[in-house]
C-alpha cells in the first residue's frame, strides 16, 4: 500500500489543445500489467482537445461545467456533471468545454501494448466543428 505524491498541474501543449486546458494526474500504472490512467482535466471556456482516438477507448465523468463531445459524423453532444461517456477503440473525437463555461472531467483509459500508441493526435477541430 502507498500515498502516491501530489504531482504537478501541467498545462496541456498547443499541438493537441485549442485554448487552455490544465491536467492532474489522478492514478497511472505501478506494476507490470497494469495499464489504467485516470486524470482531472481541466478546460477554460471554449477550450477543447484536437480530433485525437484511443487505442482501448475512453470515459470521460464530467464533475462541473458542461461538456462538448464531438464525433466525425458531426453530431456534438452535451454531457453534464455526474454523466460519463464512453469512446470506443480507434473512435475518432474530441471533448471541451462551452464557450461560455469552464469544464472539468475525469479521463480513464487504459494504456496500449506500445504506451506511444494509446493516444492518436490529429489535426485541430475547426470552429465550425466546435459550434456543431
Not at 504537478?8 to 487552455?20: H, Y
Not at 490544465?22 to 490512467?37: C, L, N, Y
Not at 468545454?97 to 506500445?114: F, G, I, K, N, Y
Request: net charge negative; aromatic share 8%; glycine share 10%.
Amino acid at each position: 500500500m502507498q500515498i502516491d505524491p501530489t504531482p504537478a498541474t501541467v498545462k496541456n501543449p498547443p499541438e493537441q489543445f485549442t485554448g487552455d486546458v490544465w491536467v492532474d494526474m489522478v492514478a497511472v500504472p505501478h506494476a507490470e500489467g497494469q495499464r489504467m490512467s485516470v486524470a482531472t482535466v481541466r478546460f477554460a471556456p471554449g477550450a477543447r482537445t484536437a480530433w485525437h482516438s484511443h487505442a482501448r477507448g475512453q470515459y470521460l465523468r464530467v464533475t462541473q461545467g458542461v461538456a462538448l463531445v464531438g464525433g466525425r459524423d458531426g453530431t456534438v453532444h452535451e454531457v453534464r456533471p455526474g454523466q460519463t461517456l464512453y469512446t470506443a477503440p480507434g473512435e475518432e473525437h474530441w471533448h471541451g468545454a462551452t464557450p461560455d463555461c469552464w469544464m472539468e472531467h475525469l479521463a480513464m483509459l487504459e494504456s496500449a501494448d506500445d504506451p506511444a500508441t494509446t493516444t492518436t493526435w490529429l489535426e485541430h477541430v475547426t470552429d465550425e466543428e466546435y459550434r456543431g
